[in-house]
């Protein structure tokens, strides 16, 4: 006599069953992701080398996705011991506008 099928079709889609089963009884999201809300801020960075120098290390501090909506430097000091300072102030919003003024630096890769 032969001995019987050690699993059936129907023991083997048990576990498939549950697996609906428990996807469907899962908590599901009543409204849609919120978008986070928009931030703004300023950083000042000084520099001994150039405004250049300054304004790219301003830059970098922002947060990834942030424009920069103004970007003002100055020189301080005597020529002989002359620094730059740099203040950037930076937006996540969507409509923020992007500085009339050229950046012509970017961050370092």
Request: glycine share 4%; net charge positive; hydrophobic share 40%.
């Amino acid at each position: 006599m032969a001995s019987p099928p050690l699993s059936t079709p129907r023991t083997a889609a048990v576990p498939a069953v549950l697996i609906c089963a428990a996807s469907l009884l899962s908590p599901l999201p009543l409204r849609a992701e919120e978008a986070p809300a928009a931030q703004s801020g300023e950083v000042e960075v000084s520099s001994l080398i150039s405004p250049v120098d300054a304004c790219n290390r301003a830059q970098a501090q922002r947060p990834a996705g942030a424009v920069v909506t103004t970007m003002h430097y100055e020189r301080l000091g005597e020529p002989a011991e002359r620094s730059f300072r740099c203040r950037v102030r930076w937006s996540t919003a969507k409509d923020a506008a992007l500085t009339g003024r050229p950046i012509l630096f970017g961050p370092s890769l």
